[in-house]
């Protein structure tokens, strides 16, 4: 019999892996709707969709290996970086899927969040005001006016998976719909500035840097609270807080 392995399980959902057969599990519907619909629009390498009985669907391993993960090492060569940004460009330029994602939100939605996150932050001393209040200020330059693109919308290295210099395939879609394209781009690349040249070559276009920045501060402030809730370990060397600390 296959060993079961926890990939990751907190109190909205679980993913567990069976041996050739991943098995997601989500207490919201919508999620896996919206995984399913997505997956069959998007015009990269995707996951084969083997079954699927509320509250539990069920996907075909991909091949290769993930570029890496937050707070860990990077793998892969400059090329596969650079393919994954081609990738990510193709999904980019696809026609729009009908919902709206995580990338979409609203400047005013984004903005009210992140002021109270970044209260709570404070109040709590989970983390310094000095570090906050910069962060904040680096995250106003992603508050702006956006052409919507067709957007994963949780694009972790640990999402893309290559074999050598090939994109075999992208997970984890419950997050994807309309939205902003570098909040793609600043979640790949997030605590990995180091491939930030490559990845852009294959992307093909200018990229503003300052979005980026703002990005990354706007993303680890609004998510540390969360991930302390969920078990997580925000503070682990190359995580978000040291992707706040390095705005410094």
């Not at 907190?10 to 041996?19: D, F, K, P, Q």
């Not at 399913?36 to 996907?59: F, S």
């Amino acid at each position: 019999m296959d060993e079961v392995k926890v990939v990751v399980a907190h109190s909205e959902r679980a993913t567990l892996r069976v041996g050739d057969v991943f098995l997601k599990v989500d207490a919201d519907q919508t999620r896996i709707d919206v995984e399913v619909e997505v997956m069959a629009l998007a015009p990269v390498p995707t996951p084969k969709v083997l079954w699927r009985k509320p509250p539990v669907l069920a996907i075909a391993a991909l091949p290769g290996t993930t570029l890496g993960r937050l707070g860990g090492p990077s793998t892969g060569s400059p090329a596969a970086w650079a393919a994954a940004g081609a990738a990510i460009r193709k999904l980019h330029d696809a026609p729009l899927p009908p919902r709206q994602g995580q990338a979409g939100r609203s400047i005013a939605a984004l903005t009210a969040e992140l002021d109270q996150e970044c209260e709570w932050l404070v109040t709590n001393g989970v983390l310094p005001a000095d570090l906050v209040t910069r962060n904040r200020q680096v995250a106003e330059a992603a508050l702006r006016p956006w052409t919507p693109a067709f957007t994963h919308g949780d694009l972790q290295i640990a999402h893309v998976f290559v074999d050598g210099d090939e994109v075999t395939g992208i997970i984890d879609w419950s997050e994807a719909g309309q939205g902003d394209a570098l909040y793609d781009l600043a979640t790949f690349t997030l605590g990995h500035e180091e491939h930030l040249d490559d990845v852009f070559a294959g992307y093909g276009t200018d990229i503003d840097l300052d979005v980026i920045h703002g990005w990354w501060s706007l993303r680890s402030l609004l998510i540390v609270r969360w991930l302390i809730e969920h078990g997580f370990d925000a503070f682990a060397p190359g995580c978000e807080v040291d992707v706040l600390r390095s705005r410094m």
